[in-house]
């Protein structure tokens, strides 16, 4: 099933996919890289863990604040120059971090480049699914999805790494490197980035308000809002645990989680664009079908884990990271494909919105299941599982009920 509307063509698809993934990275790694940093943070700023957790949450909170707030002006301007803009202010954020001087200082820059990260994930998926045509979808979005695993596998090491390398600045060595990385793929983008304006020639009347609700009303879209929404929490209701779970439970060392990391995101980057193509050979909503449920293995897995050997540990965690991040990809790209393209960047943005909300909701959500016992150990994550497992299943069957704009039928195993 094809997409309504011309594709525009790019020079180079290749190297425009590798552009957008660059800027996907960089972003994604800006996230990453706080976490290794908590206990050189919480020494040299003289914060709590309570103050350090602000620090990670106010990235999720104000990207999906300004992933809302961008659905309002997203698609009234040129894509190029749109992201080109964010990726620069984004940059600058970062910059700031690196040279913030207090605490205070780091919370407010922080607070920017998750504004400025949060829209440029929309803006990566819109780019995608307005210049790459549908039957060839399921690989970009693949491309794309391994800067995901570049930057789960470079993140946490990487941040240990730089912040040893250069005692002299210590924690703010990541935040520079990733600036100048950043400036780097802005220079590129501005050479190879094509202009996209086809969107910009749709005649809309009202205002922005009345045209955001629009786009957020259509019930086409209200069911891959909910899809990605119970995607989320097929996912996260889980993830942000698993670290504490395994040295609590399972008997796993700190520096364990890292070979943990490290072995899921480098399966990842070859999985994801594996994923990617056999989703455009096989069927997207065929393939979604299959990674999500056998997906739902590994993650049972994880949360029912009891000691045992660290190898079989690193198997079964390196296959939820290849199967239950990997349903993103065969998902995005049916999800890319049910808005018209004159409102694609209004309702990515929702869609980046949705996903950063849902997201943070099922990680509260877990955090009110999970308890710990008077020995330390996590109780009640095979709870959490079991809820993963439904939203998953539900997920399942929503799928098959997207619609691809232009079309009057729902999602067939031909997309």
């Known amino acids: ?44 700023l003289h914060i709590d863990t309570h103050q350090f957790g602000l620090l990670l949450s106010s990235y999720t909170l104000t990207a999906a604040a300004s992933s809302l707030l961008a659905a309002t002006y997203i698609d009234r301007f040129d894509r190029r120059k749109l992201m080109l803009t964010l990726y620069a202010l984004f940059i600058i954020a970062t910059l700031c971090c690196g040279l913030a001087p207090n605490y205070t200082a780091l919370l407010i820059a922080r607070a920017l480049a998750g504004a400025f990260g949060g829209i440029l994930g929309a803006m990566v998926q819109t780019m995608v699914a307005d210049v790459i045509p549908f039957e060839r979808r399921g690989k970009a979005m693949g491309t794309v999805m391994t800067a995901f695993s570049m930057s ?68 086409s879209h209200l069911t891959a809002f909910v899809f990605i929404a119970l995607l989320m929490m097929a996912g996260f209701t889980v993830i942000p645990y698993i670290p504490l779970y395994l040295t609590s439970n399972v008997g796993m060392t700190a520096s364990f989680i890292t070979l943990v990391y490290l072995c899921g995101g480098a399966a990842t980057f070859f999985t994801s664009q594996l994923i990617g193509r056999m989703s455009d050979k096989h069927g997207k909503l065929k393939m979604f079908r299959r990674v999500a449920l056998v997906s739902f293995i590994p993650l049972l897995i994880t949360t029912h884990l009891v000691p045992v050997a660290w190898w079989l540990v690193l198997i079964n965690s390196t296959l939820f990271f290849i199967l239950v991040p990997g349903r993103m990809v065969p998902g995005m790209a049916m999800v890319s494909a049910v808005p018209a393209p004159h409102v694609r960047g209004t309702f990515m943005s929702l869609v980046s919105s949705v996903q950063m909300l849902s997201s943070g909701v099922a990680t509260l959500v877990a955090g009110l299941i999970i308890t710990r016992t008077p020995g330390g150990q996590i109780d009640h994550y095979d709870t959490v599982g079991y809820i993963a497992v439904a939203c998953g299943a539900l997920t399942i069957w929503i799928a098959r009920h997207l619609r691809i704009a232009g079309s009057a039928t729902k999602t067939s195993e031909k997309t």
């Not at 600045?169 to 935040?175: H, K, L, M, T």
């Not at 990733?178 to 501005?190: E, K, N």
């Open 1 to 44: 099933m094809q997409a309504a509307s011309p594709i525009p063509l790019v020079k180079n698809e290749r190297l425009f996919l590798l552009t957008i993934a660059g800027i996907q990275f960089t972003h994604i790694l800006d996230f990453m890289i706080m976490m290794p940093l908590g206990p050189q943070l919480i020494r040299v």
């Open 152 to 219: 789960t596998v470079a993140g946490v090491p990487l941040g240990l790494l730089l912040a040893s390398t250069f005692p002299d600045i210590g924690w703010r060595a990541p935040f520079f490197f990733i600036v100048l990385l950043a400036c780097t793929f802005w220079f590129i983008g501005y050479k190879l980035l094509p202009n996209l304006t086809a969107h910009m020639h749709d005649n809309r009347v009202g205002n922005v308000f009345q045209q955001l609700f629009a786009v957020a009303k259509e019930p």
